[in-house]
């Protein structure tokens, strides 16, 4: 699942750190999620989508072709 984690975050000027701290996570889980390494669980999706004041599908691009 593609995100636009990192595009947001650079917009912003928030640091991995800042961001990571703000959603209860490690630095290592928010570069894991910028390089598509790792896929959020329902409640960080929604605590990053929330902290960037958006919804879940503006943040995560999900394409229902690619998960079959």
Not at 32 to 61: C, D, K, M, P, W
């Amino acid at each position: 699942m593609e995100n636009r984690i990192q595009e947001l975050r650079k917009e912003r000027r928030i640091r991995q750190e800042d961001l990571a701290e703000a959603v209860g996570v490690t630095r290592q889980t928010i570069i894991s999620l910028e390089n598509g390494r790792y896929n959020a669980s329902l409640l960080l999706a929604h605590r990053i989508a929330a902290y960037f004041g958006l919804t879940i599908e503006e943040v995560f691009l999900f394409d229902e072709e690619e998960q079959r």
